[in-house]
């Protein structure tokens, strides 16, 4: 059977010049970038050359860059980092209700330890008001960190403006950039932000490495203790092939960029306008407009999003019911409920997110299949019954 692979906000497979760029950093170049000896030091330099290519990625600068083990520990080195370091001028925080858990979990940690955490409302679409941003700022505010775009619904924030307040109060501003980096341009300058959470496995680089962007002159105290890796920032033996991966992908997207965000335009919203056309009782979750390229998220009403789910897997399309680390779980999403869809509606929900290799043909297969999956669930649903 054909795999169709529509999960590319889950992960990305890893492109094959990655591969290529990383291959020798397993074997030849093998050395602790540590070690003063020559292998040691080849190491090093590979490290640093790609250091300069994932800050230009951004608009940063090659010293901005600490090196980290994904998303998940960028923001939280993000997050508990200001918060250790600034925790005497004040213990305040505000982010939003739609974040990925990475800082809604971190948010709930620091709270344990005496800091106030205010998660915004968001609109129907998933928007942060720049102006609930502004009200919540007190003199005890000392971070704001609201996402670039959200992993499920693909809504993009309004980052720039909120930028602005964050630089007008004086308040360091953390944006997670994990599902806009190398899908979409991102300039640190451009967004005024002073911190910045990626992951390589997003933008089709490998898994087990990310990194955060700091500003010049902002000092955080280290998540990790231990060796004086990465300046003293972040302990332990830096994963030399993932970081030459990741620069690799940073590269080819940046490269890539314009030309895939208008092919993945078109190939989402056939894909929405399909789905809709086809099948009654269904919406689009997120903004039509400010929202990823390659995000499509629907709920479907009568249906519950794992059935369809499996039944899209039986047929070899892979596609999620919501973030991809919550799928094991029987809650509806946080981030759905966040932004009004009723829990009947959420357990109706499935993402698509598209990628570098998803084709139109695909998208036309999905639009056959899932329409049919769905009539079958329906046949079958006492939800629907009841409704009628
Ligand atoms: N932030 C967002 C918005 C994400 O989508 C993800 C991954 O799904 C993460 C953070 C975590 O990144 P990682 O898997 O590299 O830890």
Same mark, same amino acid.
């Given at each position: 059977m054909?795999?169709?692979?529509l999960?590319? !906000?889950?992960?990305?497979?890893t492109?094959?010049?990655?591969?290529?760029?990383?291959l020798?950093?397993?074997?030849?170049?093998?050395g *602790?970038p540590?070690?003063i000896? @020559?292998c040691?030091q080849?190491?090093k330099?590979?490290?640093?050359?790609?250091?300069?290519?994932v800050?230009?990625?951004?608009?940063?600068?090659? #010293?901005?860059?600490?090196?980290?083990?994904?998303?998940t520990?960028?923001?939280? @080195? +993000?997050? #508990?980092?200001? +918060?250790?370091?600034?925790g005497?001028?004040?213990?305040?925080?505000?982010t939003?209700a739609?974040?990925?858990?990475a800082v809604?979990e971190?948010g709930? @940690?620091?709270e344990?330890?005496g800091?106030?955490?205010?998660?915004l409302?968001?609109? =129907?679409?998933?928007?942060?008001?720049?102006?609930?941003?502004?009200?919540a700022?007190?003199?005890?505010t000392?971070?704001?960190?609201?996402?670039h775009?959200?992993?499920?619904?693909?809504t993009i924030?309004p980052?720039?403006?909120?930028?602005?307040?964050a630089?007008?109060?004086e308040?360091?501003?953390?944006?997670? +950039?994990?599902?806009?980096?190398?899908?979409?341009?991102? *300039?640190?300058?451009?967004?005024?932000?002073d911190?910045?959470?990626?992951?390589?496995?997003k933008?089709?680089?490998?898994?087990?490495i990310? !990194?955060?962007?700091?500003?010049?002159?902002?000092k955080?105290?280290? @998540?990790?203790?231990g060796?004086? $890796?990465?300046?003293?920032?972040?302990?332990?033996?830096?994963?030399v092939p993932?970081?030459?991966?990741?620069?690799?992908?940073?590269?080819l997207? $940046?490269?890539?960029m314009? #030309?895939?965000?208008?092919?993945?335009?078109?190939?989402r919203?056939?894909?929405?306008?399909?789905l809709?056309?086809?099948?009654?009782?269904?919406r689009l *979750?997120?903004h039509?407009?400010?929202?990823?390229?390659n995000?499509?998220n629907?709920?479907i009403?009568? %249906?519950?999003? #794992?059935?369809?789910?499996?039944?899209l897997?039986?047929?070899?399309?892979? %596609?999620?019911?919501?973030s991809?680390?919550?799928?094991?779980?029987?809650?509806?999403?946080?981030?759905?409920?966040?932004?009004g869809?009723?829990?009947? $509606?959420?357990y109706?929900s499935?993402?698509?997110?598209? =990628?570098k290799?998803?084709?139109?043909?695909?998208?036309?297969?999905v639009?056959?299949?899932?329409?049919r999956? %769905?009539?079958?669930?329906r046949?079958?649903?006492p939800?629907?019954?009841?409704h009628?």
């Amino acid at each position: 059977m054909r795999r169709i692979y529509l999960d590319h !906000a889950a992960t990305t497979p890893t492109h094959p010049e990655v591969v290529k760029a990383m291959l020798p950093y397993f074997t030849d170049v093998f050395g *602790n970038p540590s070690s003063i000896y @020559f292998c040691g030091q080849e190491a090093k330099e590979a490290i640093e050359e790609a250091r300069v290519k994932v800050a230009d990625l951004i608009g940063a600068r090659d #010293e901005e860059i600490v090196f980290t083990s994904g998303g998940t520990e960028a923001d939280n @080195f +993000a997050l #508990e980092g200001v +918060a250790f370091a600034n925790g005497k001028k004040g213990k305040h925080i505000i982010t939003s209700a739609i974040e990925h858990h990475a800082v809604i979990e971190t948010g709930r @940690f620091l709270e344990t330890r005496g800091f106030s955490v205010t998660y915004l409302p968001l609109d =129907g679409y998933g928007l942060v008001d720049p102006d609930d941003v502004r009200k919540a700022i007190t003199d005890k505010t000392i971070l704001i960190s609201i996402m670039h775009a959200n992993n499920e619904v693909g809504t993009i924030e309004p980052i720039a403006e909120i930028g602005k307040i964050a630089k007008e109060a004086e308040i360091y501003f953390h944006t997670d +950039a994990v599902q806009t980096t190398g899908h979409t341009p991102v *300039n640190v300058d451009e967004l005024g932000v002073d911190l910045l959470s990626m992951s390589a496995h997003k933008l089709y680089g490998p898994k087990g490495i990310g !990194a955060l962007y700091i500003r010049k002159g902002i000092k955080l105290t280290p @998540f990790m203790h231990g060796g004086e $890796q990465e300046k003293g920032r972040r302990a332990s033996t830096e994963n030399v092939p993932g970081i030459v991966g990741f620069s690799r992908a940073a590269e080819l997207a $940046q490269q890539e960029m314009s #030309e895939e965000v208008e092919r993945l335009t078109y190939l989402r919203d056939k894909l929405v306008n399909g789905l809709l056309e086809r099948i009654d009782h269904t919406r689009l *979750n997120g903004h039509p407009v400010k929202r990823l390229p390659n995000n499509v998220n629907m709920s479907i009403d009568f %249906v519950e999003g #794992e059935s369809m789910c499996l039944n899209l897997d039986l047929e070899g399309i892979c %596609v999620s019911t919501g973030s991809a680390c919550s799928s094991s779980s029987t809650k509806p999403s946080h981030v759905l409920l966040a932004i009004g869809i009723p829990p009947e $509606q959420a357990y109706g929900s499935l993402r698509l997110t598209l =990628g570098k290799w998803t084709t139109e043909e695909e998208i036309d297969r999905v639009l056959e299949v899932l329409p049919r999956i %769905v009539a079958k669930l329906r046949a079958m649903s006492p939800l629907l019954r009841s409704h009628k």
